[in-house]
């Protein structure tokens, strides 16, 4: 097995919303904030080449919304999907399974694009099966009011119009030691329904996917909560629980939105678990 991180390019969002009722004087600290209150975001992704099968884990927002629509996230650097998959010499048309943590459109967006008339939209991996869950299919198929603007159509439909949709069968609690792509997955309902973070063994590590139950460092203190969660109460003890795993086993926590840190470890402290160590993508999968 090798992994790969794919970025997928930057944007911003804004501070407050990104830390909910933690005042900007805290958060700024971890992560500081521009003239218009926005932070930097990254949209890192991870690809697990294993055996036969070349494994994406989210892919972004893509690049089929209009120009107003990238507006409000102020795009910035000049990473891309395809450049990161050639950087490590693979095409998109290579890639067997799509895996999607969750079905947001910063996760999800570079699952389809527009055909080559821009009439309609086609599955930007021809050759890949799509993975979600059934429970979080459902939930953004019915978006709720306070997430619709997350889960855009146009990012989810076509995956199942192309017959490439596939479902992650669920375990009974929340955690599934081991998924029909070849590693575990921990399942939570706070940030979305039903949202999936991987859990791979790699060499002699575990490497933790953390999408948006750990977005970035400031975020470690268990209140410190998007305002973007639809049940923060819930966040709260399953990010609890999954950092006192990470910190009393060693895991490697790779963060897909912290622009400036890619995988840290975690360690009880008396003040609860805490940044331990911060690794670049090159220390830690080669």
């Given at each position: 097995m090798k992994l790969y991180p794919i970025e997928t390019g930057?944007?911003?969002?804004?501070?407050?919303?990104?830390?909910?009722?933690?005042p900007k004087t805290i958060w700024n600290k971890t992560n500081p904030a521009d003239e218009n209150n926005l932070i930097d975001i990254a949209a890192r992704c991870l690809l697990i080449e294993d055996g036969n099968r070349l494994i994406l884990i989210d892919n972004g927002m893509g690049n089929k919304q209009s120009e107003k629509f990238f507006g409000y996230y102020s795009l910035w650097g000049t990473h891309s999907l395809d450049n990161s998959l050639a950087k490590y010499g693979f095409h998109r048309d290579d890639i067997t399974d799509v895996f999607l943590t969750h079905l947001h459109f910063d996760h999800c967006g570079g699952s389809v694009q527009?055909?080559?008339?821009?009439?309609?939209?086609?599955?930007?991996f021809k050759n890949a099966k799509y993975w979600t869950n059934e429970n979080h299919w459902e939930w953004a198929t019915k978006p709720n009011l306070r997430e619709k603007a997350s889960f855009l159509p146009e990012n989810i439909l076509p995956i199942q119009e192309s017959g490439q949709l596939n479902f992650i069968k669920r375990p009974e609690s929340d955690l599934l030691d081991k998924s029909e792509l070849g590693f575990g997955i921990f399942?939570?309902?706070g940030h979305t329904e039903k949202q999936m973070m991987p859990i791979i063994q790699y060499q002699d590590k575990t490497i933790c996917f953390m999408a948006d139950l750990l977005p970035t460092v400031g975020h470690i203190p268990l209140p410190y909560v998007m305002g973007y969660d639809t049940r923060p109460l819930l966040t709260m003890p399953e990010k609890s629980k999954f950092l006192n795993a990470a910190a009393e086993n060693n895991y490697y926590l790779f963060l897909e939105h912290d622009a400036h840190n890619e995988i840290i470890s975690v360690e009880k402290t008396e003040k609860g678990v805490r940044l331990a160590a911060?690794?670049?993508c090159d220390e830690i999968l080669k």
């Open positions: 930057n944007f911003k969002l804004d501070g407050g919303a990104m830390f909910g009722v933690v527009w055909n080559k008339a821009k009439t309609g939209y086609e599955t930007a399942f939570a309902d911060v690794f670049t």
